[in-house]
């Protein structure tokens, strides 16, 4: 059976497929969605842009100016080269992290839950959903079966997102 948090994430993320047509709103509505789910400060949704070999924010809470790393650097790139869920409680002793763009923001990223969008065929990585700082605690397995559920649901748009980048 569904658990009460799982349904709501589901409805909120079918209201938002109404945006899709609007992909600010929707990716914005969308990192709105994941942060609230799990309870993280911020959220940010990055398309993978193969050809440049990189991922970009589409959405990023608080992040003026958007995000771009290459794929495997930081976290979000590591997630976006192996396809690998990420939840770390500590990221500054991670060595995978980056601080490059907490620096540039003036924030301090504590925990980090950082999962793949795989594309409609599951071959391949289409995008990364990142949630920075839980509320309260650390991530729990939950929380990422949530934010796994939110990312299969918004593959389709992420995936089209990606597509007309290129």
């Known amino acids: ?26 990716f914005q509505g ?3 969605l994941c942060s609230e789910t799990v309870a993280a400060e911020r959220c940010t949704v990055y398309v993978v842009q193969p050809r440049e070999h990189l991922i970009r924010s589409w959405a990023a809470q608080r992040a003026e100016g958007g995000i771009t790393l290459r794929i495997g650097e930081g976290l979000a790139g590591q997630v976006a080269a192996t396809g690998e869920t990420i939840n770390v409680m500590d990221a500054y002793a991670d060595p995978r992290f980056d601080p490059t763009v907490d620096q540039r923001l003036g924030y301090r990223t504590v925990s980090m839950l950082v999962v793949p969008v795989w594309s409609a065929d599951g071959r391949r990585v289409v995008g990364v959903i990142q949630a920075l700082n839980k509320r309260t605690g650390v991530f729990e397995r939950q929380d990422q079966v949530l934010l796994e559920h939110i990312a299969a649901g918004a593959a389709s748009i992420i995936e089209q997102a990606r597509i007309g980048a290129e």
């Open 1 to 26: 059976m569904e658990d009460d948090a799982s349904a709501a994430a589901r409805i909120k993320l079918r209201q938002l497929s109404l945006l899709r047509d609007h992909r600010d709103q929707y």
């Open 30 to 32: 969308l990192a709105e």
